[in-house]
């Protein structure tokens, strides 16, 4: 049966340390998918409706690397953006790929995707959900702090892809999510009720109340792609969540400070802070290639 990868939550915990411990082989040795080429004559696709940087160019580097044909297809050079619906796009590019990584603003339409083509499709991020930038945190987490289960991770700012991805990894993994945003942008019900453990989960408007105890700081963009029209507005309610030397004044001396970046220096996070010792911004980039590597080797070799 075809493996999708749609929600961090299709993993348990098991399968995540699995695909670690693949990850960790790729990381220590580049070349290593090029001589097991288990992409070998597959084309995958790369479908983006959405900028990137970080994303598109490590899963055509990971495909390439694992000897596979990575194709980037902007949304707006193929038919979708002329109204061919998903389903149809679905079923006509399932007869020449072997697999599809996505970015697109409804979850809905990626679920719906995974439903007509035949084989796996990645999310690659939706205004819901980020799970690959998600599972290579918890990576680059186990990696600074040496393990994932029973660190405190504070989130500061919108509540969006991110924060939901790290939610739901929070209830797989077993670390403390603290969640400070204002109201009105607080983490939706309905990923809050996908939680098993809910204990896990805090959430306050209060954005230096989950400083202290913080093992990881993480923040990001106020205004996701897709929204740039509330920019303005953002600005003004996200004000007091910026990451800065004075909110973080008593945190501990060896938090790590994490973003998934891109990220708007003076708005949610400071220079100081951003290109402090304690930020790890560049690693955690980094990883997205060896874990999406390993995902792919986990997702193919099954
Ligand atoms: N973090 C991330 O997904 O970056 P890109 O938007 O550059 O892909
Ligand atoms: N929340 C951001 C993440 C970018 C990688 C966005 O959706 O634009």
Redesign the pocket.
């Known amino acids: 049966m075809k493996r999708d990868f749609l929600r961090i939550s299709e993993l348990n915990r098991q399968e995540i340390y699995r695909i670690f411990d693949i990850a960790k082989h790729y990381k220590s040795e580049r070349t290593m998918g090029l001589s097991s080429r288990l992409l070998r004559d597959k084309s995958i696709g790369m479908l983006f409706n959405k ?6 160019i490590s899963f055509e580097i990971a495909v390439y690397e694992l000897g596979g044909n990575p194709i980037y297809l902007p949304g707006e050079t193929t038919q979708i953006s002329r109204g061919e619906t998903v389903r149809d796009t679905a079923q006509v590019t399932s007869r020449y790929l072997h697999g599809i990584v996505i970015r697109t603003y409804s979850q809905g339409d990626i679920e719906e995707f995974a439903r007509y083509f035949a084989h796996p499709v990645i999310n690659a ?1 939706t205004d819901l959900l ?1 799970p690959c ?1 998600i599972l290579s945190d918890c990576f680059t987490i186990s990696e600074k702090k040496g393990r994932v289960e029973g660190m405190n991770v504070t989130y500061l700012g919108d509540g969006n892809n991110i924060s939901n991805s790290l939610i739901l990894a929070a209830d797989i993994m077993g670390f403390n999510i603290r969640i400070s945003a204002p109201e009105g942008y607080q983490p939706p019900e309905e990923i809050v009720n996908l939680m098993k453990n809910k204990d896990l989960l805090k959430i306050d408007t209060d954005p230096g109340k989950f400083i202290n105890d913080a093992d990881v700081i993480y923040t990001d963009t106020w205004t996701s792609m897709g929204s740039e029209a509330e920019t303005e507005k953002r600005e003004k309610i996200f004000e007091k969540y910026q990451v800065n030397s004075r909110l973080l004044a008593g945190a501990k001396k060896d938090f790590i400070f994490m973003h ?3 990220a708007h220096r003076g708005f949610e996070v400071t220079d100081e802070v951003i290109d402090s010792e304690n930020s790890v911004i560049l690693d955690q980039a980094e990883n997205r290639l060896h874990c999406q590597k390993a995902l792919l080797h986990f997702i193919y070799s099954d």
């Open positions: 900028p990137s940087t970080r994303t598109r991020l980020h930038q998934c970046l891109p």
